[in-house]
């Protein structure tokens, strides 16, 4: 196997072009190197470490768009001040990570190509309408967040391409945003089920509503009928008793080691009742 | 001023903080070669062909060995069940089949990966429900004509049953028919792995004639006469050298590796080194055990225990192992804590398909501590009466008997223990509030007997050698309590004693790391050395400073007269006078727990007859569980243990906190469930081992009752803590919610579940 760490993104394009065999591009490793380890990628493939392209990662806000580099860590996302005034749903994700350890090197890039149906960075970009910069062919190319996800670890990632930022508008005022993951430990968990869920008011009533899951279907998804049927409430009991039975039907958990499928369905609903609780406390619902 | 009591750190704290403590793993020597296993992938089958001609032409490889190279007989601990290698069927998944010795890992791995192997595969009989019905396939069909430990009683043992213990008092169903109220109860817990931070390692030599094994073991002598059995070569051909461990809680007490280093060794007279990786290992090591255990007791309604029946099927996996003696544990526990009149018990370990179980810390206990506890706040509930006052109203007191027939002398103390918890936490107020609730739970736990010598020596500067074979598992044990110990007999500080590593070839026997038995047993083997050197020392001082051996005493490093402080002699100038007349100033001492008396009768199959030196303890939790996911948060944890005396606060402590820390993983996240006999958990990132965010701080009191025959009055203190840590947390999620929690580890769905029924109800 060959290791090669280029400096710029052009050159990391131009390793990627010239190889047929294909080379697993490598950020934080946290996923990479534990696939390999544990044989579900070959240890003879070659590794394209991008860490060291020093221009792909921290966090800008410009006309009225937040562009987060690919290569920005877990720790960082967590701790930005830009994010967690705008975006917090996706500091509290990066918050669920693994352990210390994962946050400090693993990135919001890797956590996303990587594809895991259990990826918690996932949903907050769902729910935030969020578009996907990749390298292309000829210059950047935009992908949106719901085409991106094709099935467990598929991705609309060309290949030989790259993933360079995710660019998410700056939410309106009278948002609220949250990302609920239930492990059962309070750390180092693979979510069971994560919940991302955002909810702008416009005259006391809810005028859009955005609810994303993970760990609950081959690949993470909105939750569209459940939406609907909180568009134009107050977050009431009666709605969101509707949005947590739809949302129920709109997944297609499974039983694995780490919780049965009917766990799941159940944990569904009820963190969406969660985070319709949360929400009006946060936006101050009567 | 003495060496024992608080304020003492470790002496391996540092080396082990800055990485300079050396383990198992760590060892080399130049020119060792290293091995892989070829493990059996398939639960159950029979080898239908096995082609190693590929392998042993792999660059690199020296050896490649499989059941043609090795004894033909079968070892075990008391049941010789099992085989060096598996030949015409394999009986689990991780069961070796071959191994082969390279130039590196990585080489002997390749090699291990070009050997042709092709099992018919079996269904495996992966539960004991399978393995018991009648017309179960039988895992070892000439069971009946394995050998058994020589020296050991024989015992019941049949079909798919490795061992069996029955008790059956009389008296049972006339006791039954003056009940009130019958409550009948059945539980499940699933497999524990011991998840110590250093994987098995084994390093092997051989000169010709006598092989030398690098380990880190909890018990030596036992890797000595292990690997001289599975050889077939008598003991004293082997020796065992112990190095720093990375932890063990049972699982080093038996065979790991051993005997396929020395295999090795032996086959290519080079040096061989052999580590598991991570997921072999957890497959592999002998975990608690799982088990079914059914408890059903009649009870009045004034609230008196009067009759009780207990079945309980131990699932021992492929090989028997320590289960068969596991068995007798319900004898200790299902009689004892509170009065429960005449009682039955059964208690089988069972053959499947599934790695050998066996020892963890609190063997069996924790288990059969929350089946007992937990059918406590059922009984209470039947009859509508307060779980602590229906414990209280039952409880031992001193001079009741277990069912084995030994008295408990000092069984006032659980009263005690529960009136001290009640001063800290008291019972009305405790989980007070909704989906809060507490839990409580009592048990005893006891001082493992075996026995261990120490030798003492005074060296050249004064300071105290301390030679001995018991082994520092991680708890302090050697490096607090034996040195402490020590130190406290020459009126040494206790950084001027040293205690040497374990060697079989130059130390006395001792009976390993096991059952809090260390700093009880080495700590009275300490003394009785201590007691023969103190007057050769004395008389040598007595030369040096002219005056009678009888007028002098120790203090501070020195000799001195006692009535004029005076004249004194440093240890030092003693010693090399000693030295000097031949022969240094050195002496040992052996102890074993003398055994309370029980009544041989009591039960068929009794391998293990007593609980000697009881200890008693009592716990209480306070839990939140979550109304959206059904997780318990741990809120509060009161542990009241006796600990006869503590010889280090930090130690007893540290391993308190500690041994709830492993409980709450039992009972809330841990455990090894099997899918077609595989286990479905494979490495410590799916196997949830409990996490410092998730574990409180344990509030801890201290019930101190020197023991007469302790070291300055100290009794077992490490093993007990895990044993109620399941049952009390279980009882306090069932108050929380009404869940009837009957499995381990909780499961929050069902939690969930429970609660939406009592909100609907």
Known sequence: MQFLAPMTVDEALGALSEREDGLRVLAGGTDVMIQRMTGQLPRSESLLYIGGITDLSGVHLSDGTICIGALTTHHDLRCNPVIGTDLPSFAEAAATVGG????????????????????????????????????????????????????????????????????????????????????????????????????????????????????????????????????GSTLDQGAVAIAAQRSMEEIDPIDDQRATASYRRMLVGRLLGKAARLAREGLEIQ | MTAVGPDTPRSDADAKVRGLANYGVDYREAG???????????????????????????????????????????????????????????????????????????QAQSAVDTIGLEIEEWEPISNVTEALAPDARLLHPDLDSYQILPGASSWPKSGNCGGVLTSDPGGVDEAFETADFIVEDTFTVPRQYQAYLEPKSATASYDGWRWTLHVSHQFPFQVRSRVAQALGVTDSRIRVVGHHMGGGFGARLDLGLEQYAAIGASLTGRTVQLVNDRTEDLISTMSRENATIKVR????????????????????????????????????????????????????????????????????????CFALERHTDRLAEAIGMDRREFRLRNLFESGDSMLNGQTLEDADILREAFDRVEEVAPWSEAGKGSLKGVGLAATIWLTNPLAGSATLSIQQDGSLGVSTAATENGSGAVTMGVRQIAAAQFGLAAEQVFVTAPDTDTQGYDAGSQGSRTTHVVGMAV???????????????????????????????????????????????????????G?????????????????????????????????????????????????????????????????????????????????????????LETKDG??????????????????????????????????????????????????????????ATGANITSLPIDPEEVLLAIDKRREG
Request: glycine share 10%; charged share 20%.
């Open chain 1, 100 to 231: 210390w350890q994962t946050q400090a090197v693993g990135t919001i890039g890797g956590n996303l190509c990587n594809a895991s149906p259990a990826a918690d960075l996932a949903p907050p970009l769902l729910a935030a309408d969020a578009t996907l910069v990749v390298s292309g062919e000829d210059g950047p190319q935009r992908i949106p967040a719901n085409r991106f996800f094709l099935g467990r670890r598929r991705t609309a990632l060309p290949v030989g391409q790259i993933l360079l930022k995710i660019e998410v508008p700056v939410p309106p005022a009278a948002t609220w945003e949250s990302y609920l993951k239930v492990g059962r430990r309070s750390a180092m968990e693979v979510a069971l089920v994560g919940l991302a869920a955002r909810f702008s008011l416009a005259g006391g009533l809810v005028e859009t509503a955005r609810l994303a899951v993970c760990s609950v279907a081959p690949v993470p998804l909105r939750l569209a009928h459940a939406e609907a049927a909180l568009v």
């Open chain 2, 32 to 106: 060792m070669l290293h091995a892989r296993l070829l493990r059996s992938p398939v639960a159950a089958g029979r080898v239908t062909r096995l082609d190693v001609s590929t392998a042993r032409s792999v660059p690199g490889v020296h050896a490649v060995v499989t059941a043609e190279q090795a004894p033909e007989h079968r070892n075990g601990l008391v049941l010789f069940d099992t085989p060096f290698f598996a030949s015409d069927t394999v009986l689990y998944e991780g069961e070796p089949i071959a191994m082969v010795v390279a130039d590196t890992p990585r």
């Open chain 2, 297 to 368: 007791s009649g009870v009045t309604k004034e609230g008196r225990i009067v009759a009780r029946e207990f079945e309980c099927l131990m699932d021992g996996g492929a090989y028997a192992g320590d289960t068969v003696y596991l068995t007798s544990i319900p004898m200790f526990m299902v009689g004892s804590v509170y009065r429960v009149g005449p009682t039955r018990v059964t208690a089988k370990s069972v053959y499947t398909n599934t790695a050998p179980s066996g020892a963890f810390r609190g063997v069996s206990g924790t288990y059969i």
């Open chain 2, 527 to 581: 003394q009785a050395a201590a007691k023969q050197l103190k007057p050769r020392l004395f008389n040598i001082a007595s030369g040096l400073l002219g005056a009678l051996p009888d007028d002098l005493e120790l203090s501070g490093g020195s000799v001195c007269v006692r009535d004029d402080p005076s004249r004194t002699v440093s240890l030092a100038t003693v010693a090399r006078t000693a030295f000097g007349l």
């Open chain 2, 583 to 671: 022969g240094p100033l050195s002496a040992t001492g052996a102890y074993n727990v003398p055994l309370p008396k029980w009544d041989p009768d009591s039960a068929e199959g009794l391998l293990f007859p007593v609980f000697p030196v009881p200890t008693y303890h009592v716990h209480l939790a306070e839990v939140e569980v979550d109304p959206d996911d059904g997780a318990v948060r741990v809120t509060r944890y009161v542990v009241a243990q006796e600990v006869g005396r503590m010889i280090n606060p930090d130690g007893v402590y540290g391993q308190i906190q500690g041994g709830v820390a492993q409980g709450m993983g039992y009972a809330l996240w841990e455990g």
């Open chain 2, 678 to 735: 595989r286990y479905t958990r494979r490495t410590l990132e799916s196997y949830g081992l409990p996490l410092a965010v998730d574990v409180p701080d344990v509030e801890i009191i201290i019930l101190e009752h020197p023991c007469e025959a302790g070291p300055y009055g100290a009794k077992g203190a490490a093993e007990p803590p895990i044993v109620p840590v399941a049952a009390v947390i279980a009882n306090a999620v069932s108050d």
